[in-house]
């Protein structure tokens, strides 16, 4: 089944204790994506990547880190997670480098950082 | 820059009755349009998009969108309801062309709840 996994889905952790949340596609699909979710802002785009070894900054990229060792995984890098970091995350992935292709999204992970 | 609102953060409607979830957008170049739906615990689905061509746009579970462009709206409707369309949708738009990260911009969501 063509599928984005994220893991872990659920994440409570403290303030500044490093975290990576999991990203992963089996549609070999080069562009990868992770946004954030917060009640009356909709989705905002964090870091994005093109492809392997190749990536770049969203909207909202400060606190965040990313890498792209290998086409399926995309990893969601928190160094020292602070309060203002709690939200949904959304991973998502599309084929090719055409905006007009559809993003497919994975479950979420809701983190909290006390 | 590309934004987008939707102005109902919340619809509610009865069962089988019709309803309408409004979306206008603002930027500076062409943009594709696209609808998300997010049941709950779940991650967004695409139900439609508009590219070019016809602008009445057909989508999955029966929902349609018109897209206008002197307006800049690209409302979503659907003729009659049912309770599992409860969900949060969302409008989002992407710039014409390669490059720019493919960044969707999404509105800040409407909660459809559909009652009996």
């Known amino acids: ?114 | 820059a590309q934004s987008v609102t939707q102005l109902d953060s919340q619809v509610p409607v009865f069962e089988e009755a019709p309803v309408e979830l409004r979306c206008n957008y603002s930027s500076s170049v062409s943009v594709y349009l696209f609808w998300y739906v997010q049941y709950p615990n779940q991650g967004l689905q695409l139900l439609l998009k508009y590219l070019s061509g016809s602008t009445l746009v057909k989508g999955i579970n029966g929902f349609e969108a018109e897209f206008n462009k002197s307006q800049t709206s690209f409302h979503l409707r659907k003729p009659s309801v049912h309770i599992s369309d409860t969900a949060e949708y969302f409008c989002a738009v992407t710039p014409f062309g390669a490059g720019g990260g493919n960044k969707l911009t999404f509105g800040t969501g409407t909660q459809l709840k559909v009652e009996l």
């Open chain 1, 1 to 114: 089944e063509a599928q984005v996994t994220q893991n872990p889905r659920y994440l409570i952790t403290v303030t500044g204790k490093k975290l990576t949340v999991t990203c992963s596609q089996n549609m070999n699909h080069e562009y990868m994506s992770w946004y954030r979710q917060d009640p009356g802002l909709g989705l905002r785009q964090i870091y994005y990547s093109m492809n392997v070894e190749v990536t770049d900054k969203g909207d909202v990229p400060e606190g965040y880190k990313v890498s792209r060792k290998e086409k399926r995984n995309f990893p969601l890098i928190l160094e020292s997670p602070s309060p203002n970091q709690t939200s949904l995350y959304f991973c998502a992935s599309s084929t090719g480098s055409s905006s007009y292709n559809e993003q497919f999204f994975g479950p979420g992970t809701r983190l909290t950082v006390l």
